[in-house]
């Protein structure tokens, strides 16, 4: 059975800066493109960007690019999603996704920015 | 960016009747390899958001055949026949024809 399971979300303050994490089973990780998709609270979703199979390769939404870094170890098969110089419009769920034909979503972590 | 409208904000179904949402992209979804990239989700009260329908008309894995989708370039129409009280939730259309990926705002059934 796939499973996506996301931690490390917290309480962070205004320019401060968190990492998330998302462990992979059931599945070979390293044949896997990995998105990260938010949703921000009472709205729709976004899309934060991806990460190819080796991490070489990395795509961004503009919205929070330079602010965000994905990426991966496939030797332990984990995602990563380094936010930094968080704002309040950040304030979401944080949801670790493979995307396909088959879409697999983890359960989300909250991430709150406030003061 | 494209922009994804969904119509309407809300639908309140009886079980055991129909429902049409409707997806309007801003620029064609018909990708150079002649699939329209254009995808459907549920998302369950308290849930993550779920695959439904992925290249505009393919049923996703164990997803009943009540769930049926349709379009052209830039107009989709997810139908839901027979609604049942697990279809509540809200549903959003997604395309992953280009970066950044966007979805739509999202169309809450209910049950009456």
């Known amino acids: 059975e796939v499973q996506l399971v996301e931690s490390g979300g917290s309480l962070v303050q205004p320019g401060g800066s968190l990492k998330l994490s998302c462990v992979a089973s059931?599945?070979?990780?390293?044949?896997?493109?990995m998105d990260w998709v938010r949703q921000t609270p009472g709205k729709s979703l976004e899309w934060i960007g991806e990460?190819?199979?080796?991490?070489?390769?990395?795509n961004y939404a503009p919205s929070i690019k330079d602010r965000f870094t994905i990426s991966r170890d496939n030797a332990k098969s984990t995602l990563y999603l380094q936010m930094s110089n968080v704002k309040s419009d950040d304030t979401a769920i944080y949801y670790c996704?493979?995307?396909?034909?088959?879409?697999?979503w983890g359960q989300g972590v909250m991430v709150t920015v406030s003061s | 960016d494209i922009v994804l409208t969904q119509a309407p904000l809300s639908v309140s179904v009886t079980p055991g009747e129909s429902a049409s949402i409707s997806c309007r992209s801003s620029?064609?979804?018909?990708?150079?390899?002649?699939?329209?990239?254009l995808y459907w989700y549920l998302q369950r009260p308290g849930k993550s958001p779920q695959l439904l329908i992925y290249?505009?008309?393919n049923l996703a894995s164990g997803v009943p055949d009540r769930f049926s989708s349709s379009g052209s370039e830039t107009d989709f129409t997810l139908k839901i026949s027979k609604v049942e009280t697990e279809d509540v939730g809200v549903y959003y259309c997604?395309?992953?024809?280009?970066?950044?990926?966007?979805f739509g705002s999202g169309t809450k059934l209910e049950i009456k």
């Open positions: 290249q505009m008309s």
């Open positions: 620029k064609s979804l018909l990708s150079s390899k002649g699939i329209t990239s």
């Open positions: 059931g599945f070979t990780f390293s044949n896997y493109w």
């Open positions: 990460i190819n199979t080796d991490g070489s390769k990395t």
């Open positions: 997604g395309h992953r024809l280009e970066y950044p990926l966007t």
């Open positions: 996704t493979r995307l396909g034909a088959r879409d697999y």
